[in-house]
T-cell receptor, first 116, second 110 residues
Framework: DSGVTQTPKHLITATGQRVTLRCSPR?????VYWYQQSLDQGLQFLIQ???????AKGNILERFSAQQFPDLHSELNLSSLELGDSALYFC???????????????FGAGSRLTVL | DQQVKQNSPSLSVQEGRISILNCDYT??????FLWYKKYPAEGPTFLIS???IKDKNEDGRFTVFLNKSAKHLSLHIVPSQPGDSAVYFC?????????WGAGTKLIIKP
């Protein structure tokens, strides 16, 4: 158990629908990162939050949004879902806001989204 | 523009031998390099890192070498064990961003 909790583990939904993925960071970590991994692809960085504020944005579609709440948990909202959104979505957390060498990311087990 | 490249999608190594995973990068401003290991259906886990001011870092069976002039780093695993079979990601940091390679799938053969 890495200490980063992601729910749900699996989710099957239809095209056009909207889903919310939830992440609780490791205790004491202020930063939350969201990544997408499509089939046999590398990790695509979506977005990072630090202590409630958006810190960095990657290849996140406009149909996707995220936020980090005062208790530091984060939610990733995916709307108008398409078949191509089927992927593993990982959340990671870290103690500080920057991705420096000392700032190691701890990943959750991921949420597998299947869009039919 | 892929700033971090892992050109080998997969690598097969005999158990007990050395595994060498390679990573090339283009941005000379990267200040740290990290290796993560990922098993199927699990999140990546941190393995080892190296500062850009060093050329070698060792942790048990894992050693990372950095060649700044060639913009190349490698992860050596000696001896390779069955549990090392996983996908290995190289990542680099610059300006609060963590840039990832596409990963190399390492298969350890008995």
């Amino acid at each position: 158990d890495s200490g980063v909790t992601q729910t749900p583990k699996h989710l099957i939904t239809a095209t056009g629908q909207r889903v919310t993925l939830r992440c609780s960071p490791r205790s004491g970590d202020l930063s939350v990162y969201w990544y997408q991994q499509s089939l046999d692809q590398g990790l695509q960085f979506l977005i990072q939050y630090y202590n409630g504020e958006e810190r960095a944005k990657g290849n996140i579609l406009e149909r996707f949004s995220a936020q980090q709440f005062p208790d530091l948990h984060s939610e990733l909202n995916l709307s108008s879902l398409e078949l191509g959104d089927s992927a593993l979505y990982f959340c990671a957390s870290s103690t500080s806001g920057g991705a420096s060498g000392a700032n190691v990311l701890t990943f959750g087990a991921g949420s597998r989204l299947t869009v039919l | 523009d892929q700033q971090v490249k892992q050109n080998s999608p997969s690598l097969s190594v005999q158990e007990g031998r050395i595994s060498i995973l390679n990573c090339d990068y283009t941005n000379s401003m990267f200040d740290y390099f990290l290796w993560y290991k990922k098993y199927p259906a699990e999140g990546p886990t941190f393995l080892i890192s190296i500062s850009s001011i060093k050329d070698k870092n060792e942790d048990g069976r894992f050693t990372v070498f950095l060649n700044k002039s060639a913009k190349h780093l490698s992860l050596h695993i000696v001896p390779s064990q069955p549990g090392d079979s996983a996908v290995y990601f190289c990542a680099a940091t610059s300006n609060y961003q963590l840039i990832w390679g596409a990963g190399t799938k390492l298969i350890i053969k008995p």
